[in-house]
T-cell receptor, first 111, second 115 residues
Framework: QQQVKQSPQSLIVQKGGISIINCAYE??????FPWYQQFPGKGPALLIA?????SEKKEGRFTISFNKSAKQFSLHIMDSQPGDSATYFC??????????FGTGTRLKVLA | EPEVTQTPSHQVTQMGQEVILRCVPI?????FYWYRQILGQKVEFLVS????????KSEIFDDQFSVERPDGSNFTLKIRSTKLEDSAMYFC?????????????FGSGTQLSVL
């Protein structure tokens, strides 16, 4: 019940394309869904987050879509750039910040 | 922008030895955390700390692990007798508060290698 399943494991996108990463959770007690971006040798950095009372949140080129009934959420990166190449983790939490992280998606954006 | 700082960036130790990983959380933050990431795997929660006591811990955080806030700025993770499987990147994190609007900030990590 505590798992967060993330797919795909790796993703290659052309510059300017759309990158889509999907996550699914099981525990309905989760009420906070952040996405983290991690560059090699660095710690995860918060990218964008959503609460379950909204179905979509957009910040610049990054959009989270949230489907509460399906217990799924996804990250869309519009106009993907080579600088977006990183590992992306979805996570789920319930106020205590004992985040459950997904297994990560390694994104490579080709120039 | 304020950041969480961790030292050392790399630590190599022999199996059975004690290690202390150090972190300086963001100054006005109240909640502190340790996570770890085994190479190529997901980030895993270890422990959360608030008001000078552990508020939550995972099954990974057994009796070999302890945390301490020895002064007003540092937050440490001690592994009493390291095992080979403790080799991982350890991340410290902090947040200003709990609740849906608080954000978790991670440090750059300490890569622990147990030989």
């Amino acid at each position: 019940q505590q798992q967060v399943k993330q797919s795909p494991q790796s993703l290659i996108v052309q510059k300017g394309g759309i990158s889509i990463i999907n996550c699914a959770y099981e525990n309905t007690a989760f009420d906070y869904f952040p996405w983290y971006q991690q560059f090699p040798g660095k710690g995860p950095a918060l990218l964008i987050a959503i609460r379950p009372d909204v179905s979509e949140k957009k910040e610049g080129r990054f959009t989270i879509s949230f489907n509460k009934s399906a217990k799924q959420f996804s990250l869309h990166i519009m106009d993907s750039q080579p600088g977006d190449s990183a590992t992306y983790f979805c996570a789920a939490g319930s106020g205590t910040y004992k985040y459950i992280f997904g297994t990560g998606t390694r994104l490579k954006v080709l120039a | 922008e304020p950041e969480v700082t961790q030292t050392p960036s790399h630590q190599v130790t022999q199996m059975g030895q004690e290690v202390i990983l150090r972190c300086v959380p963001i100054s006005n933050h109240l909640y502190f955390y340790w996570y770890r990431q085994i190479l190529g795997q997901k980030v895993e929660f270890l422990v959360s700390f608030y008001n000078n006591e552990i508020s939550e811990k995972s099954e990974i955080f057994d009796d070999q692990f302890s945390v301490e806030r020895p002064d007003g700025s540092n937050f440490t993770l001690k592994i009493r007798s390291t095992k080979l499987e403790d080799s991982a990147m350890y991340f410290c994190a902090s947040s200003q508060g709990r609740g849906q609007v608080a954000k978790l900030f991670f440090g750059s990590g300490t890569q622990l290698s147990v030989l």
